[in-house]
Structure formats: C-alpha cells, structure tokens
C-alpha cells in the first residue's frame, strides 16, 4: 500500500509564504512525476506546479514567479514553497505521485488526503 501525507497547510496574510510538504511511504520501485493541485470552491481542481524525477519543473501561469516545487528522492518526498501568495490562491492542495511498485508493473497515480491553505487578512 502507498500513502502521500502532506503538511504545511494553514491561515497566511496576503503576501506571506508557506510550505507544503508530501511525503510517500510503502512498497515503492520508483517514482517518477510529483505535483500538486488544488481545488478552491465551487472549481475544478487545476495543477498548480509539477516535477519530474530527473528535477524538470513545470507550473500554471498564476503561479510563476511565486511558488517553488522541489524534490527530495532520497526522502521521497515533494514541497511547494508559496510565496507573496494572495486570496485567490486559496484552496484544498493536493499531492499527486505517479508511483510504480515493483519493476515488472505499471505507473500508478496517488493523492494526498489534501492540506488547507487560507489567505486572508
């Protein structure tokens, strides 16, 4: 079985920054592509940044120059680092892994139970 286990949500004044952390565990080969998403009321969940296991990064245009996606392999682990984040970045974030289990199967998809980030005065 594989979990993804994030943390770092919570309440930020416009302008502030936060860091969100995902953690895999379990039976894991390797894992190849992590991202996150979000998913603010009454939208549809959108990627926000994503990156792939050789460190390629990737992010949605709101988001560019603000946030910062990284990886640690050793740890198997993805953060986001939100910077002068605004109300509108508020919403339910959510880690994704594409994770392979063993070497002879095939990559799966795997979300977080998803962490709260607010942004308001």
């Known amino acids: 079985q594989v979990r993804l286990v994030e943390s770092g949500g919570g309440l930020v004044q416009p302008g502030g920054s936060l860091r969100l952390s995902c953690a895999a565990s379990?039976?894991?080969?390797?894992?190849?592509?992590m991202g996150w998403y979000r998913q603010a009321p009454g939208k549809q969940r959108e990627l926000v940044a994503a990156i792939t296991s050789g460190g390629s990064t990737n992010y949605a245009d709101s988001v560019k120059g603000r946030f910062t996606i990284s990886r640690d392999n050793a740890k198997n682990t993805v953060y986001l680092q939100m910077n002068s984040l605004k109300p509108e970045d508020t919403a339910v974030y959510y880690c994704?892994?594409?994770?392979?289990?063993?070497?002879?199967?095939?990559?799966?998809?795997?979300w977080g139970q998803g962490t709260q980030v607010t942004v308001s005065s």
């Open positions: 379990g039976i894991i080969f390797r894992i190849n592509a």
């Open positions: 994704n892994a594409e994770i392979t289990r063993a070497y002879y199967s095939g990559t799966q998809g795997y």
